[in-house]
């Protein structure tokens, strides 16, 4: 039977795609694969990790790391290496995945859209979330890969203040999404969060749903589609989470 097989932020983490990949018995050109984004940054090799990924014949959706590389790739593309290392800024770890990918990987990240519909799973996968106040037409695409909480005032924010996006989501459709490593798994009535921190020394997540199923609404049979694989070490220190980092 085909499946799809959806999985968590990467960040890096090359090996244990791999690794979940082999877990899942993924079977290239049935199964479908579908990466909830940042695949980038953090993680050991970025390179790796895109590679693997476009290798498996993965689908995925923009996140906000794939998207810093990506800014200085497009002032690359335009004006030369020199110029977008003086005038766009990069972190350290945003520096170095720059350096680990190839040219076919930055044209693959920037092929990325910012939401799948899979309409016969009635599912939505996107990086970070979306904002339940408005249609899924008129998101703003920023939002699409930073949101983490709604605040006090209904209003969408990057940070963990207010509540998780995802418990305010009243569906109909049911959102797969990633970005959240700080609130980690997540198992909403309408929202399914699968970013386990694998960069972080966690583990790295999947969703696994047969041809045409939809993510079930009962969480112990939800669980029971889950598949994870353990990070083979600590990668990177937890920050806060509360940043646009
Ligand atoms: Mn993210």
């Given at each position: 039977?085909?499946?799809?097989?959806?999985?968590?932020?990467v960040h890096g983490c090359g090996?244990?795609?791999?690794?979940?990949?082999?877990?899942?018995?993924?079977?290239?050109?049935?199964?479908?694969?579908?990466?909830?984004?940042?695949l980038v940054a953090r993680g050991p090799d970025s390179g790796l990790a895109v590679r693997r990924a476009?290798?498996?014949?993965?689908?995925?959706?923009?996140?906000?790391h794939d998207?810093k590389v990506?800014?200085w790739w497009?002032?690359?593309?335009?004006?030369?290496?020199?110029?977008?290392?003086?005038?766009?800024?990069l972190?350290d770890r945003h520096r170095t995945a720059v350096g680990q990918l190839a040219e076919e990987d930055f044209?693959w990240l920037?092929?990325?859209?910012?939401?799948?519909?899979?309409?016969?799973?009635?599912?939505?996968?996107?990086?970070?979330?979306?904002?339940?106040?408005?249609?899924?037409?008129?998101?703003?695409?920023?939002?699409?890969?930073?949101?983490?909480?709604?605040?006090?005032?209904?209003?969408?924010?990057?940070?963990?203040?207010?509540?998780?996006?995802?418990?305010?989501?009243?569906?109909?459709?049911?959102?797969?999404?990633?970005?959240?490593?700080?609130?980690?798994?997540?198992?909403?009535?309408?929202?399914?969060?699968?970013?386990?921190?694998?960069?972080?020394?966690?583990?790295?997540?999947?969703?696994?749903?047969?041809?045409?199923?939809?993510?079930?609404?009962?969480?112990?049979?939800?669980?029971?589609?889950?598949?994870?694989?353990?990070?083979?070490?600590?990668h990177?220190?937890?920050?806060?989470?509360?940043?646009?980092?």
């Amino acid at each position: 039977m085909a499946r799809t097989i959806i999985v968590g932020d990467v960040h890096g983490c090359g090996d244990e795609l791999g690794d979940l990949l082999d877990t899942t018995r993924y079977a290239q050109g049935s199964d479908r694969l579908i990466l909830v984004g940042d695949l980038v940054a953090r993680g050991p090799d970025s390179g790796l990790a895109v590679r693997r990924a476009r290798d498996a014949g993965a689908l995925a959706v923009r996140g906000n790391h794939d998207e810093k590389v990506l800014v200085w790739w497009r002032a690359a593309t335009a004006h030369g290496k020199g110029v977008a290392d003086r005038k766009i800024k990069l972190s350290d770890r945003h520096r170095t995945a720059v350096g680990q990918l190839a040219e076919e990987d930055f044209r693959w990240l920037a092929s990325l859209p910012l939401v799948r519909s899979l309409a016969s799973h009635n599912l939505i996968v996107v990086h970070a979330g979306i904002d339940p106040r408005a249609p899924l037409d008129e998101q703003d695409p920023a939002m699409l890969m930073n949101i983490r909480s709604i605040d006090e005032h209904s209003r969408p924010t990057r940070t963990l203040d207010g509540l998780a996006w995802a418990k305010v989501w009243g569906g109909p459709a049911h959102v797969v999404f990633g970005h959240d490593a700080r609130r980690g798994l997540q198992l909403e009535a309408f929202a399914t969060g699968l970013d386990t921190g694998c960069c972080y020394g966690r583990e790295l997540t999947s969703l696994v749903l047969d041809d045409d199923e939809e993510v079930p609404l009962d969480i112990a049979q939800r669980k029971k589609r889950l598949v994870t694989v353990p990070a083979r070490a600590v990668h990177c220190p937890m920050g806060d989470g509360n940043g646009p980092e």
